[in-house]
């Protein structure tokens, strides 16, 4: 097979997820992952530019969909339906990346340096909302609010997507975990207004 | 005045934030933070691990506040209000930390690592607050959502709290946060189930 057919990245990213998940991220050369996948060591630096970049490969393309689902939604919808249109988008390429993606979690999981290179991507994505519904005329704090609540909504969703046994699509949890957000979130309203508890003016 | 006076710490902190912020994180030394606060490197160390401490020696007590105020509200409480009181209770000592928070945020923003540490510090704090939350028999993901729910209005009433010319206390701004994200979240609610879509069983 050429260095250059199309799926190069892929067996690339199969060989380093496999090669994390049996002997650890930091004790896995690039040297080790290009022998893997049968390429060599230049043709790994011709698509990555280090061995951590095979995790978060994907960042970029979730922004874009997240933000191009946010940014595409009707302008009469409400922040809340444009960031479940931002959520929905995201999750379309994720359909047949279950197994991919639990395995890059629990590499993740097992590592510092990892861990906050994926909050910082979460962090970002959360700011590329928030500015994205402002363009759509959400003022501050809504629009920062909204994007978070998004990120919650996300997280917790791909956590359960990526849980032993789950077959719902990462779509759907969303769905779910957004719905559910709602219900904590508005539970005691009704009480608390019935408490005599005025709502603030903000 | 003698290096065990009850001040010190504050002193050193006081010391260390007016280095960073004139002369950048990076380029402070712990010699130049003694010397500035009075006191000698070895008091320095007795106090913390090393500079970049200094700027996270809050996050155990506001942790444990937070973590003390949910478990402390009414077992009759919502998770979300649980939460509230978590909030509330975290606000607590920043009353008169205004000035320091600001310019704490600033050195932050401008150093990658510090700001890595901060998103850890807000990451372990969702934790603590959702495994509180399971404590009280609130179950997942009710409870994942409902303590980054919290973190959302922690972080977003932090931030403009320490906008320019703000004035409304901490817990006033994280109170109008938290109604702010119930609206945004709970806006389209109506229009959703009018339009026909019937909530998820979850």
Redesign the interface.
Known sequence: MGRWEPNTRQRLAKAALELYSERGYEQTTVAEIARRAGLTERTFFRHYADKREVLFDGSGELRDLFVAGVSQAPGS?????AMAAGLDAAAGPFTDRRTFARQRQAVIGANAEL??RE??KL?SLSAAVAETLRGRGVPE??A???A??G???F??GF??WIADGEERTLAELM???L???????????A??EGAGSP??P?
């Open positions: 919808a409400a922040p809340i339906d861990r906050e909050l910082i962090a704090p809504a920062s609010l909204t978070e609540a990120m919650a909504v997280r917790i956590e359960r769905r779910d975990s719905h559910e957000l709602r219900t904590v979130i508005g539970a005691d309203r009480a608390r709502p603030s903000g």
